[in-house]
């Protein structure tokens, strides 16, 4: 018996929520974007459209690109309520399992997107929204870096005597989008037994600080003020854990137990950071900054792949440090990187997978121009090429 495939739509910009149906389309997923029609000069759709250097054509940049692999595009009006019918008449014409949204909730009702107005039109309708910090708080906006100061992650991020500093990826953003994932295949499953759908609020602000795993718990536990300030390059807890240098670039190295430790100490050219304070990790802790000190002068002393060949050989977990080309060319990720094909022909690669899909595709279609699959869908839904015609003319569709 063939399953059915998915159905997800998705009123969706920006990174969060665009990040989350990536997830469902390299499931093999049906996941058709729902923009906005134009409005006065503004450009339209997702702003993110237009961010970064031209890929493909003016709506299709380089910073769109990676999020919207394999998806669908449709426009439609959802402030004009024939908009927000059309919208009703695609959840049940296409039987449509996840509609996602990354809006903030203030608007819900005023676009008809509300849980209650679709789940009436689909009653077994599984809703998921992100936004800032949930429906309690429905005026919020969620940008990544105003998430990232709220929610404590600058502070404990960068040189414990610089100021507070962002962190290189978007890691809320990506976090709420797994969230919105992980929640949403689990609906999938509850309905599979129950038969009913459910709403999801995914709120930042709260899954940012559900990775404060480390630090937030250590208030109620007397902790010193530097356990929760910026650390720097250093672990807070494992010592030495940190960046060195050596005579053609620097390392990673970390020390995760005293026996990790003492296999450091037996390499000859490290022997002579140990003592015997420095046998315990609490031991270390009291000549912290010393033992960095004695660790960078034994690693400046050698080339990079001299000291990692000898840590390796003692198992001590270690690493040049690596740029984002040389990321890309690691052994263990090649054929693990997601193919696309340029509108010109060529194939560029993007981002791996976070878990190999099912059957192995990697290969997924180039992301859809604004507005590229109104037509077809809306025809799939029932409606006639004159209908339709009227619908843009009227600028319900787009």
């Given at each position: 018996m063939r399953t059915k495939r998915r159905v997800v739509l998705s009123m969706e910009q920006a990174l969060s929520m665009p990040y989350a149906t990536l997830?469902?389309?390299?499931?093999?997923?049906?996941?058709?974007?729902?923009?906005?029609?134009?409005?006065?000069?503004?450009?339209?759709?997702?702003?993110?459209?237009?961010?970064?250097?031209?890929?493909?054509?003016?709506?299709r940049r380089s910073y769109f690109i990676a999020p919207n692999l394999g998806k669908e595009a449709i426009a439609l009006n959802l402030k004009d309520r024939r908009g927000q019918e059309v919208l009703r008449r695609l959840l049940s014409s296409l039987e449509v399992d996840v509609f996602c949204c990354n809006t903030v909730p203030s608007r819900y009702k005023s676009l008809g997107i509300d849980y209650e107005t679709l789940a009436a039109a689909k009653p077994d309708l599984i809703w998921a929204g992100i936004s800032a910090m949930g429906p309690e708080y429905p005026e919020a906006?969620?940008?990544?870096?105003v998430m990232q100061a709220m929610a404590g992650y600058m502070e404990v991020t960068g040189d414990p005597e610089g100021p507070p500093m962002l962190t290189g990826i978007p890691v809320i953003d990506l976090k709420a989008g797994d969230e919105a994932?992980?929640?949403?295949?689990?609906?999938?499953?509850?309905?599979?037994?129950?038969?009913?759908?459910?709403?999801?609020?995914?709120?930042?602000?709260?899954?940012?600080?559900s990775w404060l795993i480390t630090v937030l718990p250590l208030i109620d536990f007397?902790?010193?003020?530097?356990?929760?300030?910026?650390?720097?390059?250093?672990?807070?807890?494992?010592?030495?854990?940190?960046?060195?240098?050596?005579?053609?670039?620097?390392?990673?190295?970390a020390i995760g137990s005293d026996v990790q430790w003492q296999r450091l100490?037996?390499?000859?050219?490290?022997?002579?950071?140990?003592?015997?304070?420095?046998?315990?990790?609490?031991?270390?802790?009291?000549?912290?900054?010393?033992?960095?000190?004695?660790?960078?002068?034994?690693?400046?002393?050698?080339?990079?792949?001299?000291?990692?060949?000898?840590?390796?050989?003692?198992?001590?977990?270690?690493?040049?440090?690596l740029?984002?080309?040389?990321?890309?060319?690691?052994?263990?990720?090649?054929?693990?990187?997601?193919?696309?094909?340029?509108?010109?022909?060529?194939?560029?690669?993007?981002?791996?997978?976070?878990?190999?899909?099912?059957?192995?595709?990697?290969?997924?279609?180039?992301?859809?121009?604004?507005?590229?699959?109104?037509?077809?869908?809306?025809?799939?839904?029932?409606?006639?090429?004159?209908?339709?015609?009227?619908?843009?003319?009227?600028?319900?569709?787009?």
């Open positions: 997830r469902l389309a390299q499931l093999g997923w049906r996941v058709i974007r729902l923009e906005a029609t134009p409005v006065g000069n503004m450009l339209p759709g997702d702003p993110n459209r237009y961010i970064g250097s031209r890929v493909a054509d003016d709506d906006p969620g940008y990544d870096p994932y992980a929640s949403i295949l689990l609906a999938m499953l509850e309905r599979n037994e129950s038969g009913h759908g459910k709403a999801i609020h995914i709120s930042m602000l709260q899954a940012a600080a007397g902790c010193r003020p530097d356990e929760l300030g910026r650390a720097g390059n250093e672990h807070r807890k494992f010592i030495p854990t940190n960046v060195y240098p050596g005579r053609d670039g620097f390392l990673y190295l100490t037996a390499i000859p050219k490290f022997a002579s950071v140990a003592n015997e304070v420095r046998t315990t990790n609490e031991g270390r802790h009291q000549e912290r900054q010393q033992i960095h000190r004695d660790m960078a002068a034994v690693t400046a002393c050698w080339t990079v792949d001299e000291v990692l060949a000898d840590l390796r050989a003692a198992t001590i977990p270690c690493t040049r440090i740029d984002i080309r040389q990321v890309r060319e690691l052994p263990q990720l090649q054929g693990k990187l997601t193919i696309t094909t340029m509108p010109d022909g060529r194939k560029v690669h993007m981002q791996p997978p976070a878990v190999d899909p099912p059957g192995g595709g990697l290969d997924m279609p180039f992301p859809p121009k604004y507005g590229a699959d109104t037509r077809t869908v809306l025809d799939e839904a029932g409606y006639s090429a004159a209908e339709v015609d009227a619908l843009i003319g009227e600028g319900v569709a787009a």
